[in-house]
C-alpha cells in the first residue's frame, strides 16, 4: 500500500511567485493535515481536513495560503506570493481518525523562497 | 499555552554509547506525549508513545517515560547504532475542535558514527 505522497521533494522560487504544493494522502484515509517546520524552529500544525471540509485552520499563517482538498482526495497548499519567510520543510499527513497521533506522514517537501 | 521543549542538538555519539535526548513540556490538562524520528530523506515516523502518567513506551530499544511531576518525556536508548541516525521530535497533543494536533518541539539531531 502506497504512503502519503508528497510533490514536489524540492522547490525553490523566488520571492513574489507562486509555488502549489501537492499531497496524496493514503487511499481511504478522511483526514489529511498540513505541518510546517521553518528551519531550526517547531513543526507547526497549519489545518486539518475531514474529507473536503477544512476542519481546524488555526494555524495557517495569513491569507497568503490556501489549502484545499476538491472531492476529499488529494489536497493542494498554494502559497501565493511567496515571502522568505516562508521556506521551510512542509508536511502532509493522513489518518483514518481525527487524530494527529495515529497519521501516517509524508517525507515532506522542502521550500526555499529566495 | 501548550508546548514542548527539547535540549538543543547536534547530538554526536559513537556506536554503542548510551543516549538521552531531554524533553519537557507545559500542557493544560493530561496531553499524550510521544517520540517522532525523520531518518534521512524519509517522513516523520512515531517512534513511541506514553497516553498518562508513569507509562514507558519502548520501541527499537528506546525507552520514554512520562514524567507528570517533572514534565518530561526524556528519550533513552542503551546502545546507539549508526542506523539510529536521524532528527528526533518530542510531542503533545492538544484537543481542538474535531480532534487532536500535535505540538511539536524544534527537534534535535543525532549523529552516530562507527
Known amino acids: 500500500e502506497a504512503g502519503v505522497t508528497q510533490f514536489p521533494s524540492h522547490s525553490v522560487i523566488e520571492k513574489g511567485q507562486t509555488v502549489t504544493l501537492r499531497c496524496d494522502p493514503i487511499s481511504g484515509h478522511d483526514n489529511l493535515y498540513w505541518y510546517r517546520r521553518v528551519m531550526g524552529k517547531e513543526i507547526k500544525f497549519l489545518l486539518h481536513?475531514?474529507?473536503?471540509?477544512?476542519?481546524?485552520e488555526s494555524g495557517m499563517p495569513n491569507n497568503r495560503f490556501l489549502a484545499e482538498r476538491t472531492g476529499g482526495t488529494y489536497s493542494t497548499l498554494k502559497v501565493q506570493p511567496a515571502e522568505l519567510e516562508d521556506s521551510g520543510v512542509y508536511f502532509c499527513?493522513?489518518?483514518?481518525?481525527?487524530?494527529?497521533?495515529?497519521?501516517?506522514f509524508g517525507q515532506g517537501t522542502r521550500l526555499t523562497v529566495v | 499555552g501548550n508546548s514542548v521543549t527539547q535540549m538543543e542538538g547536534p547530538v554526536t555519539l559513537s556506536e554503542e554509547a548510551f543516549l538521552t535526548i531531554n524533553c519537557t513540556y507545559t500542557a493544560t490538562g493530561y496531553p499524550s506525549l510521544f517520540w517522532y524520528v525523520q531518518y534521512p530523506g524519509e517522513g516523520l515516523q512515531l517512534l513511541l508513545k506514553a497516553t498518562k502518567a508513569d507509562d514507558k513506551g519502548s520501541n527499537k530499544g528506546f525507552e520514554a517515560t512520562y514524567r507528570k511531576e517533572t514534565t518530561s518525556f526524556h528519550l533513552e536508548k542503551g546502545s546507539v547504532q549508526v542506523s539510529d541516525s536521524a532528527v528526533y521530535f518530542c510531542a503533545l497533543t492538544r484537543a481542538n475542535q474535531a480532534g487532536t494536533a500535535l505540538i511539536f518541539g524544534k527537534g534535535t539531531t543525532l549523529s552516530v558514527s562507527s
Open positions: 499527513a493522513s489518518s483514518t481518525r481525527a487524530r494527529s497521533a495515529e497519521a501516517f
Open positions: 481536513f475531514v474529507k473536503e471540509s477544512k476542519q481546524d
